[in-house]
Nanobody, 120 residues
Framework: QVQLVESGGGLVQPGGSLRLSCKAP???????????MGWYRQTPGNQRELVAS???????VYADSMRGRFTISRDNSKKAVHLQMTSLKREDTAIYYC???????????WGQGTQVTVSS
């Protein structure tokens, strides 16, 4: 099963920062720039929601509640995407998932998820 590999989750105090990273699977390396890379998050009992996404040209989309606090970036040469999270709030506690989606196709891949806990 093709999967992205995430890293960087953990426990952080309110107001703190964390950086999540995600590496694309080797099977899409040659076409990595055709994928929109994104981060989603999910809490128990709720649907997975978009945090941010970024196209190969660097154009990014953010959920309203994350805009100004989170920054998504991608490194096309390393086939990676990152999410820099600052000014973290307790309500940011969730499992964060990396996603690779190829527009106009059914090809979409997910990571296994990484837990982010914001607590004092």
């Amino acid at each position: 099963q093709v999967q992205l590999v995430e890293s960087g989750g953990g426990l952080v105090q309110p107001g703190g920062s964390l950086r999540l990273s995600c590496k694309a699977p080797r099977t899409i390396f040659s076409v990595y720039t055709t994928y929109v890379m994104g981060w989603y998050r999910q809490t128990p009992g709720n649907q997975r929601e978009l945090v941010a996404s970024i196209a190969s040209d660097g154009s990014a989309v953010y959920a309203d509640s994350m805009r100004g606090r989170f920054t998504i970036s991608r490194d096309n040469s390393k086939k990676a995407v990152h999410l820099q999270m600052t000014s973290l709030k307790r309500e940011d506690t969730a499992i964060y998932y990396c996603n690779a989606d190829q527009p106009s196709t059914t090809r979409t891949y997910w990571g296994q998820g990484t837990q982010v806990t914001v607590s004092s």
